[in-house]
């Protein structure tokens, strides 16, 4: 699917505004509903939704974003309530200043009908889910599919990087695109370094890694990887075996200790996360929500009462 361009998200805010001040007050229920487009737009467009409708029009307009980056969340199509949670997780985060953010849900075909109407919803709801054509298997191909079918989806509105991440990783946006913003935009590998036999980095994690655009397009092109049958297999290290054999992403990136897996037994976050991986249920999200400050400061109400 072709996402909404920013161009279309930057002519709806006006519309927005028109909805807010006329439609609005007699709406009060659908509000959420115009939030949540605020939020994809707030990544694509450096507007901060609902917040932006009121200062915008004297506002100076948003510089153009220094570099742009795709975050694939690579997710399976009935795992819905883990996508409405990564989705609040993403859309509720500060916005990264300078860089043109989107975040998908990427999984393989759907075949089941009832994922299929449910599907559809959130494609009509949120327009942030990619199908691509692949048969749903962790470890077979998956991800070879989301990076070789990259450059072909957003030929027309490249980014500079491409990620790969998964739906118990907790991404901090901001945090990486720091991280991004003073590195070269070609031949590019950032992420978790595996340090194994006796190199500091062969491959990144599967937990999250970056390649910058020219090595996605290489993905898509390089008929070894399928004459290897490189495709199969854990997904992490066959992307390094790929960029390793011939040469690729020679701009490697190491995020340790900022990218890290949570203990099995312990919550241990640190303030400067990038990304912290093994949020397997909805026990650790609560604890990154939590941590992250993401659940403070909502505003006070006779409607709701939290512990
Ligand atoms: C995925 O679905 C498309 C469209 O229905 C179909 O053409 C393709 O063969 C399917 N691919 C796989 C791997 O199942
Ligand atoms: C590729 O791997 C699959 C699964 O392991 C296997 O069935 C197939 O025969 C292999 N193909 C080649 C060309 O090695
Ligand atoms: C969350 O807020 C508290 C209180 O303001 C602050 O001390 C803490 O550093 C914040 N945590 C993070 C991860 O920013």
């Given at each position: 699917?072709?996402?909404?361009?920013?161009?279309?998200?930057?002519?709806?805010?006006?519309l927005?505004?028109?909805?807010?001040?006329?439609?609005?007050?007699?709406?009060r229920?659908?509000?959420?509903?115009?939030?949540?487009?605020?939020?994809?737009c707030?990544?694509?467009?450096?507007?901060?939704?609902?917040?932006?409708?009121?200062?915008?029009?004297?506002?100076?307009?948003?510089?153009?974003?220094?570099?742009?980056?795709?975050?694939?969340?690579?997710?399976?199509?009935?795992r819905?309530e883990?996508?409405?949670?990564?989705?609040?997780?993403?859309?509720?985060?500060?916005?990264?200043?300078?860089?043109?953010?989107?975040?998908?849900?990427?999984?393989?075909?759907?075949?089941?009908?009832?994922?299929?109407?449910?599907?559809?919803?959130?494609?009509?709801?949120?327009?942030?889910?990619?199908?691509?054509?692949?048969?749903?298997?962790?470890?077979?191909?998956?991800?070879?599919?989301?990076?070789?079918?990259v450059?072909?989806?957003?030929?027309?509105?490249?980014?500079?990087?491409?990620?790969?991440?998964?739906?118990?990783?907790?991404?901090?946006?901001?945090?990486?695109?720091?991280?991004?913003?003073?590195?070269?935009?070609?031949?590019?590998?950032?992420?978790?370094?595996y340090?194994?036999?006796?190199?500091?980095?062969?491959?990144?994690?599967?937990?999250?890694?970056?390649?910058?655009?020219?090595?996605?397009?290489?993905?898509?092109?390089?008929?070894?990887?399928?004459?290897?049958?490189?495709?199969?297999?854990?997904?992490?290290?066959?992307?390094?075996?790929?960029?390793?054999?011939a040469?690729?992403?020679?701009?490697?990136?190491?995020?340790?200790?900022?990218?890290?897996?949570?203990?099995?037994?312990?919550?241990?976050f640190?303030?400067?996360?990038?990304?912290?991986?093994?949020?397997?249920?909805?026990?650790?999200?609560?604890?990154?929500?939590?941590?992250?400050?993401?659940?403070?400061?909502?505003?006070?109400?006779?409607?709701?009462?939290?512990?």
């Amino acid at each position: 699917m072709k996402p909404p361009s920013s161009t279309s998200c930057l002519l709806l805010a006006p519309l927005g505004l028109l909805l807010v001040v006329f439609v609005l007050p007699s709406l009060r229920p659908s509000r959420v509903g115009a939030d949540g487009l605020g939020a994809l737009c707030a990544r694509r467009a450096g507007y901060d939704g609902w917040y932006t409708v009121k200062v915008a029009p004297s506002a100076p307009a948003e510089s153009e974003p220094e570099f742009s980056l795709l975050v694939g969340v690579l997710t399976m199509p009935n795992r819905r309530e883990r996508r409405d949670i990564v989705r609040l997780a993403y859309a509720l985060q500060p916005r990264a200043v300078g860089a043109r953010v989107d975040v998908r849900f990427v999984f393989c075909n759907v075949t089941d009908p009832v994922d299929a109407a449910l599907v559809a919803l959130e494609i009509k709801r949120h327009g942030d889910i990619v199908v691509l054509d692949c048969t749903e298997n962790m470890n077979d191909g998956k991800t070879y599919a989301y990076l070789s079918s990259v450059p072909r989806l957003f030929a027309g509105n490249p980014y500079d990087y491409v990620m790969k991440t998964d739906d118990d990783t907790y991404l901090r946006v901001a945090a990486l695109v720091d991280e991004l913003r003073g590195k070269p935009r070609e031949d590019v590998y950032l992420g978790y370094g595996y340090a194994m036999g006796g190199q500091p980095m062969p491959f990144m994690h599967g937990m999250g890694y970056v390649v910058s655009w020219d090595v996605a397009s290489w993905v898509a092109k390089a008929g070894e990887i399928l004459d290897r049958n490189d495709t199969a297999g854990p997904e992490d290290l066959m992307v390094g075996k790929w960029l390793n054999l011939a040469g690729r992403g020679r701009n490697r990136y190491d995020l340790k200790p900022r990218m890290y897996d949570l203990n099995w037994d312990m919550d241990n976050f640190r303030p400067d996360t990038v990304a912290a991986h093994m949020l397997k249920d909805n026990r650790r999200w609560a604890a990154a929500f939590r941590y992250f400050n993401v659940t403070a400061g909502f505003k006070p109400s006779n409607l709701y009462h939290l512990p």
